[in-house]
């Protein structure tokens, strides 16, 4: 596979918590170990605000759904894994 690199240039922009390829649980109000989970497969950076950037997500399902999310709506499936791991 070819490594492409794409480099974002705003004078403000903070790059991105998630990258292409990362897994990552979706927020709920449900029971953490219920969060779906899935892999970034897209990114893009809001046109009103150069700090917010928006996820595309695949989720782990055979019909491939997918959403687009913000950084609020997502945690690292290794946060999900360890917060599990302390509330048992």
């Given at each position: 596979m070819n490594t492409i690199n794409i480099t974002f240039t705003h004078p403000f922009a903070k790059p991105p918590k998630y990258i292409f390829g990362v897994q990552?649980?979706?927020?709920?109000?449900?029971?953490?170990?219920?969060?779906?989970?899935?892999?970034?497969t897209g990114l893009r950076l809001d046109y009103n605000s150069p700090n917010t950037w928006n996820y595309t997500v695949v989720f782990d399902y055979p019909q491939g759904f997918c959403e687009e999310l913000t950084e609020e709506d997502l945690a690292a499936v290794d946060e999900l894994v360890c917060s599990q791991l302390l509330f048992k």
């Open positions: 990552v649980a979706i927020k709920s109000n449900c029971d953490r170990k219920k969060w779906a989970t899935g892999q970034v």
